[in-house]
């Protein structure tokens, strides 16, 4: 269960990660006042997740997940470059990930 939280938990983390362009700078209310929430939920359910993962296995995979899922966003919808080097470089923090859960007892 602490594995689906902490993926869940980094699918927040990509919402609020995201919804800091669409706030643009916190100057808009409602993508501002829905980071805000992303951000609550994403560190409440990581804090829940650390109860039972060790905690750099928790932030890792969280951190990690934030970042493939927040790139391959801001390469879909701000036209960010989608570079054979940076995806390379995507699939190796997945693979870090997937290393991880196969390495951390539970």
């Known amino acids: 269960m602490a594995w689906i939280t902490l993926v ?3 699918i927040f983390e ?8 669409y706030s643009q700078g916190f100057t808009r ?3 501002t006042t829905l980071t805000i929430l992303s951000m609550i939920i994403s560190m409440g359910l990581l804090g829940m997740a ?3 993962l060790p905690v ?3 932030y890792a995979v969280w951190t990690g997940i934030g970042a ?7 390469i879909y919808l701000f ?3 989608a570079t054979t080097a940076r995806l390379v470089c995507l699939v190796l923090i997945a693979a870090g990930i997937v290393g991880l859960k196969i390495v951390t007892p539970t």
């Open 8 to 10: 869940v938990a980094g």
């Open 79 to 81: 036209e960010e470059p």
């Open 50 to 52: 650390a109860r039972t």
């Open 29 to 31: 209310p409602l993508p």
């Open 14 to 21: 990509i919402g609020w990660a995201i919804g800091l362009k």
């Open 68 to 74: 493939i899922g927040t790139a391959l966003l801001g």
């Open 56 to 58: 750099g296995t928790a």
